[in-house]
Nanobody, 125 residues
Framework: QVHLVESGGGLVQAGGSLSLSCTAS????????MGWYRQAPGEQRDLVAT???????NYPDSVKGQFTISRDNAKNTVYLQMNSLKSEDTAVYFC???????????????????WGQGTQVTVSS
């Protein structure tokens, strides 16, 4: 299967910046999409940003112009640069990677949809 490791996050004052990264490892055939989601206490998990293999990006209006997602295909890594952070950005941030991996027991690559363990981002006001 495919394993994700997230890094970054932590505590920052309002108006500050943080950067997250997430690296996928395993017998990966190809990655189709990479993204970030966040979940505040008592809330549902919401989309933050996604990017596809062609580097096209998608953001909800709530973070457009504030967050930037990027990816390094050679490193199977996705990044999230977060600027001008506000208290409402406080949440656990999860990366998500979808694609195909090699399974030796299967004749063709197998689809995967993996999640990172989550990293806490806390913005103090």
């Amino acid at each position: 299967q495919v394993h994700l490791v997230e890094s970054g996050g932590g505590l920052v004052q309002a108006g500050g910046s943080l950067s997250l990264s997430c690296t996928a490892s395993g017998n990966i055939f190809t990655i189709v999409a990479m993204g970030w989601y966040r979940q505040a206490p008592g809330e549902q998990r919401d989309l933050v940003a996604t990017t596809n293999a062609g580097h096209a990006t998608n953001y909800p209006d709530s973070v457009k112009g504030q967050f930037t997602i990027s990816r390094d295909n050679a490193k199977n890594t996705v990044y999230l640069q977060m600027n001008s952070l506000k208290s409402e950005d406080t949440a656990v941030y999860f990366c998500n990677v979808r694609g195909y991996y090699h399974d030796s027991s299967k004749p063709v690559p197998v689809v995967f949809d993996s999640w990172g363990q989550g990293t806490q981002v806390t913005v103090s006001s």
